[in-house]
């Protein structure tokens, strides 16, 4: 029978009393949102492989538009920033059939600073409902470092709808991420 070392109990032991580190919100947005652990998480998967993982972070009992919450994927595939601005605006026009071909135009200018995403990426996406004198507004990260914001009206329902509108193409996708049975 082996004996495990002294040195080695002692590490199991101090694993079996370690507090185990709580999951929190992406800096970029811990400004805005508190939580400890994602309202709800899932996979997007092409063909088997991951293409990202995401989450969804709300400090609400419950995600709806009328409160602040961020959306972040985690990349294990690369994308070019052409494919994920094209790919974002035709699930858009799927979620919504009303866009018109002026409103494609408009998102799609207003999204020009979309960047390429490689493995390892984590691309963060803020949402603050619109305030009095403000309209609402979409922030994004990557990579904690801020690349962009839209503030055009209707677009955070349109773009947050690619994946939590119940018309998405990933309704197994969003019922991971709001919690759906």
């Known amino acids: 029978m082996n004996r495990l070392k002294p040195k080695a109990l002692v590490f199991l032991g101090l694993l079996m009393v370690a507090p185990i580190p709580a999951l929190a919100a992406p800096a970029e947005i811990a400004s805005v949102i508190h939580a400890g652990t994602p309202y709800g998480s899932g996979k997007y998967a092409v063909l ?12 609400a009992p419950q995600w709806s538009m009328n409160a602040p919450f961020a959306l972040t994927l985690r990349y294990h595939i690369g994308f070019s920033s052409d494919y994920l601005l094209n790919r974002t605006l035709r699930e858009m026009k799927g979620v919504d059939p009303k866009l018109s071909d002026a409103d494609i135009a408009r998102y799609k200018k207003a999204m020009a600073f979309f960047a390429p995403a490689s493995s390892g990426d984590e691309m963060t996406m803020l949402y603050q409902p619109g305030q009095p004198g403000k309209n609402e507004s979409v922030r994004f990260f990557k990579n904690g470092a801020p690349t962009g914001e839209v503030s055009e009206p209707g677009f955070a329902q349109d773009f947050f709808g690619v994946w939590l509108s119940p018309n998405t193409s990933e309704p197994d996708l969003r019922k991971s991420l709001l919690n759906l049975k």
């Open 48 to 59: 088997f492989i991951t293409a990202y993982d995401t989450e969804l972070w709300t400090d």
